[in-house]
């Protein structure tokens, strides 16, 4: 019943900019922890950014700090991915995932905790 559609990749340079949306339907965004996760071909899945239901909390891993940002609209029920100064170690697949939950500081960034998840859009940067 839940579904996550992502969509906004694409590929651009070194230093460029780009914005991925996530639209739910079946499950509340204002009421669910939203998160977005990244994955390289051979390598894990990677959490990188995290909102509270209400949008007030964030939460962001370490190499996205500064150039990320996360954001909701509850009333549309869109998850967005806001990315700047994209370097080439960004190239990934970004997928986007929900629970009903709040979000917790120390499990937000574990793939296991969300059962909700998106198809996946892919982003390039070259230098």
């Known amino acids: 019943q839940e579904q996550l559609v992502e969509s906004g990749g694409g590929s651009v340079q070194d230093g460029g900019s780009l914005t991925l949306t996530c639209r739910g339907s079946?499950?509340?965004?204002?009421?669910?922890?939203t998160a977005w996760f990244r994955q390289v071909p051979g390598k894990e899945r990677e959490g990188i950014a995290a909102?509270?239901?209400?949008?007030?909390?964030?939460f962001l891993v370490d190499s996205v700090k500064g150039r990320f940002m996360i954001s909701k609209d509850i009333k549309r029920n869109i998850l967005y991915l806001q990315m700047h100064s994209l370097k080439p170690e960004d190239n990934a697949m970004y997928f986007c995932?929900?629970?009903?939950?709040?979000?917790?500081?120390?499990?937000?960034?574990?793939?296991?905790?969300?059962?909700?998840w998106g198809q996946g859009t892919q982003v390039n940067v070259s230098s």
């Open positions: 995932a929900a629970r009903w939950s709040q979000c917790i500081s120390g499990s937000w960034s574990n793939k296991g905790v969300y059962p909700y």
């Open positions: 079946g499950i509340a965004f204002g009421s669910a922890c």
């Open positions: 909102i509270s239901p209400s949008g007030v909390k964030s």
